[in-house]
């Protein structure tokens, strides 16, 4: 009897073990059920997020307006060594945005340091101005994301002071494109010698730069620019490719949303939705890409990254907008739920309270965002387009 009931609790308990372990290997390799994983964010998460995110970046900001560009949160070691202009520029401007939701006045402050060191470095060019790094570089991204900042400025405040700046950064950005709508990315500015280096992100920042101070002055001119542009960028550039093989083009996803609805042109509308295919095929949805680990959802490449996932869903954002207002609910769904997604990955990479105890600075490190699950870098321009891209969401699901 005692060996019959030995046999017996053997057997169940090698049963046990067997189902457990399928069990386990089931719920990590197969689809995950994204019903629930995509809609259960809610606004205050959202919003508590970029506050505190945007309370890292006034943290960061010294007197002088330069930021902590990178900050080591394991060593407690800032590293301005490659600063770079073209992300001061995008941080004071998720600054500005964030500003316009929670009225912090210490971050308004802050960003508007900021903005008046960047606004050190612009230099005239001909007619025109251009913003100058400390390599003698004139970068058409530089001009564009200034232009950005002080046209978000300028909304916010109603104080025109930076109108003809602006303008004359636009002259620029004009004077850089060709015939065929192409910008020229980089000149050196003692020489005047151009470059022949090629951004993939640089003219959509242009075309959406354009758009904006087109919001804010009237002037058809800029929008005359950006549609031309744009037409080399779909028509020429972006022609060869597959919607699989698009450049993830965040920027010129904003650009493409704020032009259709000032020229109505459906090339605009179409790319859009051709690059958001592109940016959804190549996620880990769950379903289409099996994700090797369930923390890993929502996001892209190996090993998944803060920033890259944060960019895609600014663009996507934009690219939900028009397929909400001018497409159908089956392409704006499809789309939403790619940026519910990418916007639940990245939360899992902003030090929290209780993320940082362990660290030796802990009120320099909390709110940032770190550049992978993995590793705790946090560079300004991380924080940046984490902002800009929870405010996004934040804004369609309070609308």
């Known amino acids: 009897m005692k060996k019959i009931s030995f046999k017996i609790i053997f057997i169940v308990t090698i049963f046990i073990l067997l189902f457990s372990t399928i069990y386990l290997l089931y719920n990590q390799y197969a689809p995950q059920d994204n019903n629930i994983s995509y809609d259960d964010l809610s606004s205050d998460q959202l919003i508590n997020s970029a506050i505190m995110a945007g309370n890292y970046l006034?943290?960061?900001?010294?007197?002088?307006?330069?930021?902590?560009?990178?900050?080591?949160?394991?060593?407690?070691?800032?590293?301005?060594?490659?600063y770079n202009l073209l992300r001061h520029a995008g941080t004071v401007y998720s600054?500005?945005?964030?500003?316009?939701?929670?009225?912090?006045?210490?971050?308004?402050?802050?960003?508007?340091?900021?903005?008046?060191?960047?606004?050190?470095?612009?230099?005239?060019?001909?007619?025109?101005?251009?913003?100058?790094?400390?390599?003698?570089?004139?970068?058409?991204?530089?001009?564009a994301l200034t232009i950005i900042a002080l046209v978000e400025y300028t909304k916010i405040t109603g104080d025109n002071k930076h109108l003809q700046t602006i303008q004359s950064l636009a002259k620029y950005i004009k004077q850089s494109q060709s015939e065929s709508g192409e910008f020229l990315c980089k000149r050196y500015y003692s020489t005047r010698i151009n470059s022949d280096f090629v951004s993939q992100y640089y003219p959509g920042e242009a075309?959406?730069?354009?758009?904006?101070?087109?919001?804010?002055?009237?002037?058809?001119?800029?929008?005359?620019?950006?549609?031309?542009?744009?037409?080399?960028?779909?028509?020429?550039?972006?022609?060869?490719?597959?919607?699989?093989?698009l450049v993830h083009d965040h920027w010129l996803l904003m650009a493409l949303n704020e032009l259709y609805r000032d020229r109505n042109n459906p090339l605009y509308y179409n790319q859009s939705i051709r690059i958001a295919e592109s940016i959804m095929n190549k996620q880990r949805d769950g379903e289409n890409i099996i994700t090797e680990d369930p923390n890993w959802l929502g996001s892209y490449y190996t090993p998944p990254r803060s920033t890259p996932t944060a960019t895609r869903s600014e663009g996507l954002i934009a690219a939900y907008r028009l397929a909400r207002d001018f497409g159908n609910d089956t392409i704006a769904e499809k789309i939403l739920k790619a940026i519910s997604l990418g916007i639940k990955f990245q939360l899992q990479t902003q030090f929290k309270s209780e993320d940082v105890e362990d660290l030796p600075n802990p009120q320099q490190a909390i709110g940032g965002f770190h550049s992978?699950?993995?590793?705790?870098?946090?560079?300004?321009?991380?924080?940046?387009?984490?902002?800009?891209?929870?405010?996004?969401?934040?804004?369609?699901i309070t609308e």
Request: charged letters at 20%; proline letters at 1%.
């Open 58 to 82: 006034v943290n960061a900001t010294n007197n002088q307006g330069v930021f902590a560009y990178e900050y080591n949160a394991l060593e407690d070691l800032v590293d301005n060594s490659n």
């Open 95 to 143: 600054m500005l945005q964030l500003y316009n939701n929670s009225n912090d006045k210490k971050l308004f402050s802050m960003s508007e340091k900021a903005l008046d060191f960047l606004l050190l470095f612009i230099k005239p060019y001909d007619n025109a101005s251009c913003i100058v790094n400390n390599d003698d570089e004139i970068k058409l991204g530089g001009n």
């Open 207 to 245: 075309l959406l730069a354009l758009c904006r101070l087109y919001d804010l002055d009237g002037n058809e001119t800029w929008l005359n620019i950006a549609e031309k542009g744009a037409k080399y960028l779909i028509l020429i550039r972006d022609a060869k490719y597959s919607t699989n093989d």
């Open 372 to 396: 992978s699950l993995t590793d705790y870098n946090v560079r300004i321009d991380y924080v940046q387009h984490n902002i800009s891209s929870i405010l996004g969401y934040y804004y369609i």
